[in-house]
């Protein structure tokens, strides 16, 4: 079974402008979680997505948003971009939403904002 | 609210010496409690977890975990550390009454492993 997939891996952009990335859960999950990795602020949640609807949202702005298709992918959008906003974004999926349930990480989209 | 605290940010160790990596946390009634590893470049990666079943609770590659509820711990062992071991260790809470998935994430440990 393949596993959590996040395209791209790597992006650099410029501060003002508006990124997406892009996450593809393991077959039959329906549940997608992001989180933002950043040296200084460690692992924070940013929301959650089950059957294309949004269960749980984190403590950050607006300009972070999200969405979930009916095939379970799921993209997150940063629009205009601080330099702040550089960090890894891992994606995770899991079967339902559930918090006894084991999430899978995919391998995270580092973005770089100059 | 939910946290997790995992003292020190750095533990290093000798090959085959015993790995014990601490984790607290705080929830007004027992919470489900994960450990994942972070290897460079990666995504994180389940050791183990304790949902209210045995309190001592074993994981992949030689990892286990004791849930104690009287000091709301979580401390991650392994008896003989591995070159391979080194890596980021976190500690995760998650609140048994939500419906979702949300994870409240420790700051991390990065363990070093010495030849």
């Known amino acids: 079974k393949a596993g959590v997939t996040q395209t791209p891996r790597y992006l650099i952009k410029t501060r003002g402008q508006q990124v997406t990335l892009s996450c593809s859960p393991i077959?039959?999950?329906?549940?997608v979680s992001w989180y933002q990795q950043t040296p200084g602020q460690g692992l924070q949640f940013l929301f959650e997505y089950f059957s294309e609807t949004q269960r749980n949202k984190g403590n950050f702005p607006g300009r972070f948003s999200g969405r979930q298709f009916s095939n379970s992918r799921s993209e997150m959008n940063v629009s205009t971009l601080e330099l702040g906003d550089s960090a890894l974004y891992l994606c995770?999926?899991?079967?339902?939403?559930?918090?006894?349930?084991?999430?899978?990480f995919g391998p995270g989209t580092r973005l770089t904002v100059l | 609210a939910q946290s997790v605290t995992q003292l020190g940010s750095h533990v290093s160790v000798s090959e085959g010496a015993l790995v014990l990596l601490r984790c607290n946390y705080s929830?007004?009634?027992?919470?489900?409690l994960f450990w994942y590893v972070q290897y460079p470049n990666q995504g994180l990666q389940l050791l183990l977890k304790?949902?209210?079943?045995?309190?001592l609770v074993k994981g992949i590659n030689g990892f286990e975990a004791e849930f104690k509820k009287s000091e709301t711990s979580f401390h991650l062992t392994k008896p003989s550390a591995h070159m391979s071991d080194a890596a980021e260790y976190f500690c995760a809470v998650s609140d048994v009454a939500g419906a979702n998935s949300k994870l409240t994430f420790g700051k991390g440990i990065t363990l070093s492993v010495r030849p």
């Open positions: 929830s007004s009634v027992p919470p489900y």
């Open positions: 995770a999926s899991s079967y339902v939403a559930e918090p006894y349930n084991e999430q899978f």
């Open positions: 077959s039959g999950h329906r549940s």
């Open positions: 304790y949902t209210s079943a045995a309190t």
